[in-house]
């Protein structure tokens, strides 16, 4: 990698800025670091050019990219409820028409269950059950999108927000095709994310165990957060 700072002559700051945009490139077009790569000529051309743009602009191409200090996290959800008659069934924190609903502490919403739980997760805070435990009285019945808003709070107050969340709903039924789009919104209404960086995805478990046998619902969540970029004041 050495060679492709000596055409551009830079100190020793501008090097490092430099290398978070290589590092930056791999990542998202997995280009290998071999000097054979097809790549790498354009890279060079690319980084000879911006490096005429001063530290300052190569700072902000980084930041732009991975947050000022490449901060980026992944966080993983699940959950899983059992279906019982007269309960609502809550999903998102869209109320869907079904003759049983989820039994649990709260609202049993498994989808912002599995969401709280990823975002937590992701930005290294206790879990759900930790946080908001079925002991505690004050959470009985309560609303789930409630508790993911608590969670958005908390990692806001750590400099971080949601990239992108990426739900799979387990269940027999009932289809949630219909209300898919809605979830989607509601989700990410709730994470303070634009809509198209939520995906919400439905898959029934083929008639095997208890999914299959419509004893429950379950629901397993990805979220990405990413780092507010800091102002040079802060």
């Not at 090097?15 to 071999?34: A, T």
């Not at 709280?116 to 908001?132: H, K, N, R, W, Y």
């Amino acid at each position: 990698m050495q060679e492709l700072y000596a055409p551009a002559k830079l100190e020793s700051k501008a090097k490092r800025d430099v290398k978070l945009v290589i590092g930056c490139w791999f990542l998202v077009g997995d280009l290998k670091p071999r000097s054979s790569h097809p790549r790498l000529p354009f890279l060079r051309s690319f980084l000879s050019r911006i490096c005429d743009c001063g530290t300052r602009t190569l700072r902000d191409i980084g930041g732009k990219l991975m947050g000022p200090r490449g901060d980026f996290r992944v966080g993983m959800g699940y959950d899983i409820h059992r279906l019982a008659a007269e309960r609502r069934l809550v999903l998102g924190g869209v109320e869907i028409p079904h003759p049983k609903g989820l039994l649990g502490h709260s609202d049993a919403d498994v989808v912002l269950h599995a969401v709280t739980d990823a975002v937590l997760g992701a930005a290294g805070l206790p879990d759900i059950g930790e946080c908001f435990p079925d002991t505690d009285p004050s959470f009985k019945d309560a609303d789930s999108r409630n508790l993911l808003r608590s969670a958005i709070d908390r990692i806001e107050t750590l400099g971080f927000q949601v990239g992108n969340v990426d739900v799979t709903v387990h269940a027999e039924a009932p289809k949630l095709s219909p209300y898919k789009k809605r979830m989607a919104e509601s989700i990410a209404e709730l994470v303070k994310a634009n809509a198209d960086a939520v995906s919400v995805k439905g898959k029934t478990n083929e008639g095997l165990g208890a999914i299959g046998r419509s004893e429950g619902i379950a629901c397993s969540a990805v979220v990405t957060l990413v780092r507010h970029r800091r102002s040079q004041n802060g």
